[in-house]
């Protein structure tokens, strides 16, 4: 089904849940008010589906290369500009894997959590196996990256599994991501200040994108890609492919042409607004050096 692995662990607390109380009690999640919300349901699964006895975690490869503008500008790989938005792709399969293990077992239930649900996704990916926390705070696959999406199928059938030891943090003395951070949102290995962040900032953030924030995101006009492009463990080959509009286009672009070409993409959360704030915060428009 093109998933890169899976993993599987009981529904226990939440590995890391008392740091990220903490992070959430030094309010680095920023306005992302939802973050703080239903802490008991991500300190354990059990209280997201009742009677659950597996947490089923499954990781989904994105694209390594750079989408980019015909004017040379770049968004984050995990937009996949062209795809349906991978919140539909992965609940879609997903639940396909769901059904399976409803018929294996009679009278189950499950539940599929994809990004939006308030369960700490990479702790329980950790757990069960999958990967290891990298210093910029991303789940890590040893031989492969970080360039996926994670999903996770709650369900009330226990699935044998042998007990499997989460993997060591492999980063070592690298400190390249910390360092190459634009904004210092990573003060320090393991502790990312999400308010920071320039994802955060061009996408969740509301207002108007300054220019000097603009000067900190190179090229970049959605999200943020830089701890993940330094990192040794990636296999980022530097390939880009020229695949959205022109930022000259999306400047000009009204409403309801931006819900025809990205209202069912990534995209959509920020809005035509912020993307145009944030492109405007890049400086005045290039000429096209990719012309048809």
């Not at 409803?102 to 990479?122: M, T």
């Not at 290891?132 to 226990?158: D, R």
Request: with cysteine.
């Amino acid at each position: 089904m093109g998933f890169l692995a899976v993993g599987f662990c009981r529904p226990g607390r939440a590995p890391f849940f008392d740091e990220f109380c903490t992070w959430i009690a030094a309010g680095m999640h920023g306005e992302m008010g939802w973050l703080a919300r239903n802490p008991a349901m991500r300190e354990t699964p059990m209280n997201l589906l009742k009677g659950c006895r597996t947490v089923i975690s499954l990781a989904y490869p994105y694209s390594s290369v750079k989408p980019l503008t015909s004017d040379g500008f770049s968004v984050a790989r995990y937009t996949e500009f062209g795809h349906v938005d991978y919140h539909d792709r992965l609940k879609k399969l997903a639940k396909e894997l769901a059904q399976s293990i409803e018929l294996l077992e009679p009278g189950s239930r499950s539940r599929v959590c994809v990004d939006s649900s308030p369960i700490l996704e990479k702790s329980f990916a950790y757990q069960s196996g999958i990967g290891f926390i990298g210093k910029n705070n991303l789940l890590i696959i040893p031989g492969y990256g970080s360039y996926f999406y994670l999903a996770e199928i709650l369900t009330t059938a226990f699935l044998e599994d042998p007990e499997i030891e989460p993997i060591p943090n492999q980063c070592g003395a690298c400190t390249l991501c910390v360092d190459a951070c634009p904004t210092g949102a990573l003060e320090k290995p393991f502790r990312l200040n999400a308010s920071r962040c320039l994802s955060y900032l061009t996408i969740e953030h509301t207002g108007t994108t300054s220019n000097q924030l603009g000067r900190k995101m190179g090229r970049c006009f959605f999200g943020c890609d830089v701890c993940q492009e330094v990192c040794p463990l990636n296999k980022t080959n530097g390939s880009e492919s020229i695949s959205l509009p022109s930022t000259r286009e999306i400047l000009q672009m009204e409403e309801g042409q931006f819900k025809r070409i990205f209202g069912k993409t990534p995209f959509a959360r920020a809005g035509l607004q912020k993307l145009k704030s944030n492109i405007r915060a890049l400086g005045p428009p290039r000429t096209d050096p990719h012309p048809g």
